[in-house]
């Protein structure tokens, strides 16, 4: 239960003065609907009040605070404005309200009296006026702010009221108990929690706007220590979990090795051996292993599985999807074969009397290896005795999927692999719950791809470019702009782009979208992958997975709409058979800056863990692999890209904390146990022994 020391803080909105249902709904879509998420909505500009010339000094388009003496009010006929004439010793200015009401400003403005004015200065018809000034106050009222906090607003909310109401939300917040280590906010001369509230709500410089200054970077040090323990948290209580030692003797695996036609990479031994370790625990395992495209995943993966059949168990290899499971099923079962192993495939698409023989040969252990997709993981499916499910490409998956994952057999050992390279600074966020393994090398004798940015005119030319690789013996792999509004839309352009491509090339091209059906979908990368076509229209579709050796040539269509991860991954398609490769990026210009810095990364390297940390550069760790789908934390307070360095911080000092304190009982203990719940991250605080 969340401590009620936290209430007003997770209030709803319209607590607050002056919020009523209209405007929760709009702070509702600026910052979420409680008073927290007002707490956590910091400004993103400054009004600087301490400008304060004479009239005649006056720079137009700045703010600037002016003493003057009131001499005229010019009421407005019909639509005109309502001006009011006002001077100092420099000249005159008038200040100008549109829609006034002429009784309220009579009284604000008395003629004769001076008054303090604040607002941006503008010209009009050469003179010098001030529409709707911020402020009028009288000389002996308290002197204006000097500064004030500007926040990100939406539409229909006025600059004014997202102030107060964040300043109210601000004014709720309770003071906490400290759960950072003192000496550690010393060093960094970090406030307590409600100061650096405070001040991160009242910059008095542009400096104090910097997701460095102290006061925020504070603010975002809890958040990540938040998110570090409560990833520590799970990961323990993984750990906890009753595992099996699982010991092969390498029998299986070594007549495996021996019928490969090259020597595993050093990264891939590397691995193996830290999946055979931590399968020899009699923990479960959950561990990540990272690897570029192309960089023997699968391969690791066989040897893995193979540990587990040794030990006289079984394994899966999940994949997300039906193309994928089938290209698996492919690698792994002829080299399962050399080892007398017996694999089956377990989709959607097995059914009747098939499926049937197979949830058999499954369930009384004659079956060792399992490839499929999620129907792998359905009710009906029974394991005689599953020891290690391995996860393909499961960036979309998040913390808690894979808790759900491993019900199919509670002590089974996971292994997820993706080949998104994550940056380091990510992995922490997303992956700390879990150990990591990473290929960084490619197997020997891959060659560059050849990249080149062309401009959408000269299509022609790269139509031509595919004919001449195609009569060369290789393959095309084209791929069609993703369109944002429907799928269906992706589905039309691929489809022109077949028409057109098909008659250039008649009875070589093959198309595959989304929402083909399997067996279609299945015939015509069957077709690419070994028969007739020579070039094959896509849509992303074709983005995960997907080998085809003799492909030498990749087009993408208005690669300026695609994602860094997303051309990386589309371009490791090709380049993996011996003949030179090339990657053709078709833009439709001019080119937004980002997008001009993204497809120049892609020409410079193919080093898929530079392109993430770039990727994350350019579009901020929020955008990073389409976080909602990935099951990436999004953080309000810290933003990756900048506070990489105090992540590495919250996850030594989580260590530290969970070392001393392992319940979290203790004073500080309990502190942190606040912080969880202040972030929300409740679900954490059940895995402590008196959650
Ligand atoms: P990933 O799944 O990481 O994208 P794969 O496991 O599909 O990569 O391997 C890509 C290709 O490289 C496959 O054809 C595989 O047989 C081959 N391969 C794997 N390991 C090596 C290696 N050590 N040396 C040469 N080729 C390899
Ligand atoms: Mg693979």
């Not at 694999?343 to 079956?367: P, Q, S, Y």
Request: hydrophobic content about 45%; some cysteine.
């Amino acid at each position: 239960m969340r401590p009620s020391l936290l209430n007003p803080l997770f209030a709803e909105i319209e607590t607050l003065p002056g919020v009523g249902p209209r405007l929760a709904k709009l702070f509702q879509r600026l910052a979420g609907p409680r008073v927290v998420d007002l707490c956590w909505h910091l400004p993103a500009s400054l009004v600087d009040r301490r400008y304060r010339p004479s009239v005649a000094e006056a720079e137009p388009g700045r703010v600037a605070t002016l003493t003057l003496t009131i001499e005229e009010h010019l009421p407005g006929r019909a639509r005109q404005p309502y001006r009011v004439r006002a001077r100092d010793e420099s000249g005159f200015i008038e200040l100008v309200w549109f829609h006034a009401r002429g009784d309220w400003l009579s009284k604000l403005l008395p003629r004769g009296e001076k008054r303090r004015v604040s607002g941006r200065v503008e010209v009009f018809n050469g003179r010098p006026q001030m529409a709707h000034p911020d402020y009028v106050t009288g000389l002996e009222e308290g002197d204006l702010p000097a500064v004030e906090a500007v926040y990100p607003l939406t539409a229909g909310l006025q600059p004014k009221v997202v102030w107060k109401a964040a300043q109210a939300a601000v004014a709720r917040a309770p003071s906490l108990p400290e759960w950072q280590d003192p000496a550690w906010l010393k060093r960094r001369q970090w406030s307590g929690w409600l100061e650096a509230l405070k001040s991160a709500h009242a910059p008095g410089e542009a400096e104090d706007l910097s997701p460095l200054a102290p006061a925020r970077a504070r603010l975002a040090y809890d958040e990540l220590l938040a998110n570090q323990l409560a990833l520590a948290l799970v990961r323990r209580r993984q750990r906890q979990a009753r595992g099996r030692a699982i010991r092969g003797d390498g029998r299986l695996a070594g007549k495996v090795v021996a019928a490969l036609p090259f020597a595993l990479t050093a990264s891939q031994q590397g691995a193996l051996e830290e999946i055979r370790a931590d399968m020899a625990q009699p923990l479960k395992m959950l561990r990540l292993l990272q690897g570029d495209v192309g960089s023997g995943k699968t391969v690791v993966a066989l040897l893995a599985m193979l540990n587990a059949v040794e030990s006289g168990a079984q394994a899966a290899l999940m994949a997300p999807t039906e193309i994928l499971a089938r290209q698996h099923l492919a690698t792994v079962e002829p080299l399962a074969a050399a080892a007398g192993v017996e694999v089956a495939l377990l989709t959607g698409r097995e059914k009747g009397k098939t499926r049937a023989a197979i949830l058999e040969r499954l369930a009384d252990g004659r079956t060792a290896i399992a490839v499929g997709t999620h129907a792998l993981f359905q009710e009906e499916v029974a394991f005689a005795d599953l020891a290690l499910a391995v996860v393909d490409e499961q960036h979309r998956f998040g913390v808690h999927q894979r808790l759900q994952l491993s019900s199919k057999s509670a002590a089974a050992d996971v292994l997820v692999m993706t080949a998104t390279p994550i940056p380091r600074t990510l992995e922490l966020t997303a992956y700390g719950d879990m150990d990591v393994s990473r290929l960084t090398e490619k197997p020997a004798g891959r060659r560059p791809v050849d990249t080149r940015t062309i401009p959408l005119e000269r299509l022609e030319q790269v139509i031509e470019a595919a004919g001449r690789a195609m009569a060369a013996g290789g393959k095309v792999f084209w791929v069609c702009p993703l369109v944002e509004e429907s799928e269906l839309g992706d589905q039309a352009a691929a489809e022109e782009r077949f028409r057109v491509l098909e008659q250039r090339f008649p009875g070589r091209v093959a198309l595959v979208h989304g929402r083909l059906k399997g067996a279609e979908k299945d015939a015509a990368m069957a077709a690419f992958a070994s028969g007739s076509a020579d070039l094959l229209v896509a849509t992303t579709v074709i983005e995960v997975g997907v080998d085809v050796p003799a492909a030498t040539v990749m087009v993408i269509e208005q690669a300026e709409r695609f994602g860094l991860a997303q051309l990386h991954q589309l371009r490791g398609r090709i380049g993996r058979g011996r003949r030179a490769a090339t990657c053709l990026l078709l833009y439709r210009g001019p080119l937004g800056e980002t997008a001009r810095e993204r497809l120049e990364v892609m020409r410079e390297t193919d080093d898929g863990f530079r392109i993430a940390e770039k990727d994350l550069e350019l579009r901020g760790a929020g955008e990073l692999l389409g976080t909602r789908q990935s099951g990436l934390p999004q953080f309000r307070l810290a933003d990756l890209a900048l506070h990489a360095d105090l992540l590495a911080v919250a996850r030594d000092d989580v260590a530290l904390i969970l070392e001393r304190d392992p319940e979290l009982s203790g004073p500080r203990g309990q502190a942190l146990r606040c912080l969880l719940y202040l972030f929300e991250r409740d679900q954490a605080i059940r895995y402590l022994r008196s959650g």
